[in-house]
Structure formats: structure tokens, C-alpha cells
């Protein structure tokens, strides 16, 4: 089995950074969204990472956003993928990845339509976070949908040629019954928090389960 795409996301501190930087996650997750709790401001992200230096590759999470916008958080933090998590069109995907030459992940939301709204993005995401949607809420509700479901956007993602990641209430206590539907990646912030802070145990606890599953199927 490939090794999955582990991504850590909501880092809102240094502390968080450093901790997710020191473990085995392949991504780190950045949310450049105002209205929610783990906004992180581009100029303070930026300083971080001239204190922390991570070998994994930053991701930057955004909800139906202006090219400037985007542009903004570039002039200070150098990200490897663009998600986005809103009411985006294949249009806006187009415009993004023409504007930044980023990869660009777009998130499906379990409850309206998945596979549908995979085919609309077909030839156009690089890659999909499949999450739960809650009323009023863009997503980071650590609310999980039934898992059972995997597969099938595997199959879509994989007929696209691009991954899937799973999103949604994956915690050290779960994480490896959803390793066991072989998903492309998992993507996790309050999982990997206690007291809305990155925990180092239950990181290591998330990768030492990754990595066992890794080697059981390999």
C-alpha cells in the first residue's frame, strides 16, 4: 500500500507549528478564513516559518476566495496547494490554478451529492477532501459521515487520476477503522488538539497508526 496523505490542519500558533513540523504528516494545514476560529493571518504564518522550517508540504485553506485574496497569503507564505472549501465553480478552479500554477484540492461535502459534484470537477481538481457538512457551518465541525461511503470516491478520484482525502472527526480512537477503506489520505484538525491546541501525543498516536496499517497491508 502507498503510504496515505497524512494532513495536520488549523495550525494557529507557533507551538502548532513546531509540533506538526516535528511529526511524519506529509501536509500542513493553514485556514486563511476569517469567520472561523483557526483564521490565521498570512503575515504571522509567515514569521513561523522563519522559525520552523517543515519538510512537509503547506497547504492553504480558503472558502470561495478572491485571486487577491490568494495572491495576499502568497506574498508571505509559500503554499504547495490551494483548498478550497466553499460554493467554488469549476470556473473559480480554473481561474486559481491559472492565477497561482498551484494544485488546487476542491471539498466535497458527503451530504449533497458527492459523487455528482465530483464529475462537475472532472479534469479540473488535482484532488478531493471529502468531508461532513453541518448547517452553517464551511467545515472543521469534527463531525464524521459514514465511512462505508470511501470506496466509492476512491473509485471516482482514482477514474480521475487524482487523490482522495477523508476529512471529519478522525481522532487516534477512530483513525485506524477508517485506515481500513485504504483511503488516498486523511485530513484532521480537532483530532490531533486538546484544549484547541495540537497535541504531540495524539499526533504521534494518529501516525503511529498510519504507519502499523501501512505495514499490515503492505
Not at 506574498?75 to 473559480?92: A, C, M, N, S, Y
Request: with cysteine; glycine share 8%; charged share 25%.
Amino acid at each position: 500500500m502507498k503510504e496515505p496523505i497524512v494532513k495536520l490542519c488549523g495550525n494557529r500558533s507557533l507551538s502548532d507549528l513546531t509540533k506538526t513540523a516535528s511529526s511524519s504528516a506529509t501536509h500542513i494545514g493553514f485556514i486563511f478564513v476569517k469567520r472561523t476560529k483557526r483564521y490565521v493571518r498570512p503575515e504571522q504564518v509567515g514569521r513561523w516559518l522563519k522559525t520552523v522550517r517543515p519538510n512537509q508540504k503547506l497547504v492553504g485553506v480558503f472558502v470561495d476566495p478572491t485571486i487577491s485574496e490568494i495572491e495576499e497569503v502568497l506574498r508571505f507564505v509559500p503554499l504547495d496547494v490551494i483548498q478550497l472549501h466553499g460554493k467554488e465553480t469549476v470556473g473559480t478552479l480554473l481561474s486559481v490554478k491559472e492565477a497561482t500554477g498551484l494544485p488546487v484540492w476542491k471539498v466535497i461535502h458527503h451530504e449533497q451529492d458527492g459523487e455528482k459534484q465530483m464529475d462537475i470537477f472532472q479534469g479540473v481538481a488535482d484532488g478531493y477532501v471529502i468531508d461532513s457538512k453541518v448547517k452553517g457551518a464551511d467545515g472543521g465541525t469534527g463531525v464524521k459521515f459514514d465511512w462505508e461511503a470511501v470506496p466509492k470516491y476512491k473509485k471516482i478520484a482514482h477514474e480521475q487520476d487524482v487523490p482522495c482525502l477523508i476529512a471529519g472527526g478522525i481522532n487516534p480512537g477512530n483513525v485506524a477503522d477508517l485506515l481500513s477503506y485504504e483511503p488516498d489520505g486523511i485530513d484532521l484538525s480537532s483530532g490531533s488538539e486538546t484544549y484547541e491546541q495540537k497535541d504531540l501525543a495524539k499526533i504521534q498516536a494518529i501516525m503511529k497508526e498510519v504507519e502499523r496499517n501501512v505495514a499490515s497491508i503492505s
